[in-house]
């Protein structure tokens, strides 16, 4: 049984989908969306300020936090020596360039300017010769 060949308007070839704006489309708002979400769930629940761990007895209580943001676990990674964060703080959205601490929707900035400069970048590769795209696999 031989494999008919399919017009790439109708193909699920995943290397020809990626390229089709309709995917990129679908991306985009699927990015969008999880945003939407996390902002949503900040205003509706209220974000894990230090009063707010105060209010429920401190950290040595077993405490919910409705909106755990992912620097709080960071901070207390690093704070506790168990591990070296190996980007600067300001990529985990730990702190401002200035070194100030970040909290609120500002935490999401530097996390999100990461995801966009790995996307771009691996866009540009992909669209690289593929000796380039062998030379890079290689290292």
Avoid at 126 to 133: A, R, Y
């Amino acid at each position: 049984m031989a494999m008919e060949a399919v017009p790439d308007s109708q193909t699920l070839h995943i290397p020809k989908l990626r390229r089709r704006w309709q995917v990129l489309l679908l991306q985009l708002i699927s990015t969008a969306s999880l945003l939407m979400v996390m902002k949503r769930m900040s205003v509706v629940f209220g974000s894990c300020t230090e009063q707010f761990i105060e209010d429920s007895g401190g950290i040595e209580s077993t405490y919910w936090c409705p909106a755990y943001e992912h620097t709080r676990g960071l901070n207390y990674w690093q704070s506790s020596g168990s591990v070296e964060l190996i980007l600067p703080d300001f990529l985990h959205g730990l702190t401002d360039f200035a070194g100030e601490p970040l909290t609120g929707d500002a935490t999401f900035v530097g996390p999100l300017a990461l995801c966009i400069a790995v996307t771009v970048a691996w866009v540009f590769l992909l669209h690289q010769s593929e000796k380039i795209q062998t030379w890079v696999n290689r290292a």
